[in-house]
Structure formats: structure tokens, C-alpha cells
């Protein structure tokens, strides 16, 4: 089955703790992105890469890591969490197709509250 | 760059009635357009798609959407909704060129009550 996977689903950490959250997906898409959603604020891109070892800076970069070392993962990285990244968490990817991305195909998201 | 506008962000209807959710954009590029859907606890999924031809695009569950280039719209209506139509709907915009990240607007919570 085609499908973006996120772990963890849920995650209750404290300030200044490390955290990881993978992503992986298995349809062989070149474009990958992290989003976070907050009430009243919609879906906020983080970062994005258009390909391996190709990482971009979205609307909302700072606090955060990525890195593109295989074409299926596409880990984000709170080096040092603050309670202002406690958000909902979406990992998406997308098959780019010439210049373009196309059609996102979303993970089940991550709760991340950061205590 | 691009820049998406949902007019509502909350729209109550009751069951069988029509709706439509507005979306505006700004761009100074062509673009591509997209409507995605978030039902209760879950991520989002693609409801249509404009990416050129007909202006007027039939995506899954009977939604449609209207591009209107000169009015830098695209409209969503569903001519008669179902209580399992509530959730919440996002606009999005990703210009034509290389490396344009796709845009979200922030939402329009559709509920449905019968």
C-alpha cells in the first residue's frame, strides 16, 4: 500500500530534550516536506527537498533540522524543543514530475507537545 | 510568490443543503491550484486538482471547483452535503516554476448538522 509513515504518532517531551521524527515513504516520490498545523494558522511549511541531499527552507524554519541522506526518508530533527513548537506535525511527499511537485500525499501527522 | 486567502474560515450548513467555500490567491506566475480535505484526527487528502484545460474541475465525494483566472478564485461547492462532508478544507497554490513549495490557506471548518 502507498502511504507516508510518521512515528511517533503522539509524543509528550520537556524543553531542551532532543527529539526525532521520521518519515519514510514508499512510492519512490523525489519531494518531500515537513508542515505544521496550529489553530488559525493552517499548514505552515518547514522545510523541503526536491530530491537527495537537496534541502530548502520553508515559511517556518528556525528550531528545526532535516536531512535527505535516502530518496524514502526525510527525518525532522528538535535539536533543543521549546514549548512553541508544541503543533501538529505533517510529513508529505509528492512525485515531481518535470519542474513541478505534484499532488501531496500526507502522513497521519505527529502531535508534539513540549513541555 | 504566492499567497492563499480562505474568505470563511467556519461554515455551518445543514444536511442536504448546497455550500461553497471560497478561496482567493495571489500570484505574480501561472499556478496550479488544489483543494485537500482533513476529516476528524486524520491527515489530508487531495479532493481535486486544477492544473490546466477546464476551468471547471470535478474532484471525489461530488466536489467541484471553479478557476476563475480574472478573479483569482477557486471556488468549491458541493450542490448538496452529507454529514460526513464535515471536516476542514484547505486552498492551496504552487506556482509553475522549479522549486515553488506548494501554499496553504488556513482553513474553512465545514459542519454539518442535520
Known amino acids: 500500500e502507498a502511504q507516508v509513515t510518521q512515528n511517533p504518532r503522539y509524543l509528550i517531551t520537556v524543553t531542551g530534550k532532543k527529539l526525532t521524527v521520521t518519515c519514510s515513504q514508499n512510492?519512490?516520490?523525489?519531494?518531500m516536506s515537513w508542515y505544521r498545523q496550529d489553530p488559525g494558522l493552517g499548514l505552515r511549511q518547514i522545510y523541503y527537498?526536491?530530491?537527495?541531499?537537496?534541502?530548502d527552507k520553508g515559511d517556518v524554519p528556525e528550531g528545526y533540522k532535516v536531512s535527505r541522506k535516502e530518496k524514502r526518508n526525510f527525518p525532522l530533527i528538535l535539536e533543543s524543543p521549546s514549548p512553541n513548537q508544541t503543533s501538529l506535525y505533517f510529513c508529505?511527499?509528492?512525485?515531481?514530475?518535470?519542474?513541478?511537485?505534484?499532488?501531496?500525499?500526507f502522513g497521519e501527522g505527529s502531535r508534539l507537545t513540549v513541555l | 510568490a504566492q499567497s492563499v486567502t480562505q474568505l470563511d474560515s467556519q461554515v455551518p450548513v445543514f444536511e442536504e443543503a448546497p455550500v461553497e467555500l471560497r478561496c482567493n490567491y495571489s500570484?505574480?506566475?501561472?499556478?496550479?491550484l488544489f483543494w485537500y480535505v482533513q476529516y476528524p484526527n486524520q491527515g489530508l487528502q487531495l479532493l481535486l486538482k486544477y492544473l490546466s484545460g477546464s476551468t471547471l474541475v470535478k474532484g471525489i465525494n461530488g466536489f467541484e471547483a471553479e478557476f476563475n483566472k480574472s478573479q483569482t478564485s477557486f471556488h468549491l461547492r458541493k450542490p448538496s452535503v452529507h454529514i460526513s462532508d464535515t471536516a476542514e478544507y484547505f486552498c492551496a497554490v504552487s506556482g509553475r516554476q522549479a522549486g515553488t513549495a506548494l501554499i496553504f490557506g488556513k482553513g474553512t471548518t465545514l459542519s454539518v448538522s442535520s
Open positions: 500570484s505574480s506566475v501561472s499556478v496550479y
Open positions: 527537498s526536491m530530491n537527495v541531499e537537496v534541502t
Open positions: 508529505a511527499s509528492s512525485l515531481r514530475t518535470g519542474l513541478r511537485v505534484g499532488e501531496l500525499f
Open positions: 512510492m519512490n516520490h523525489e519531494y
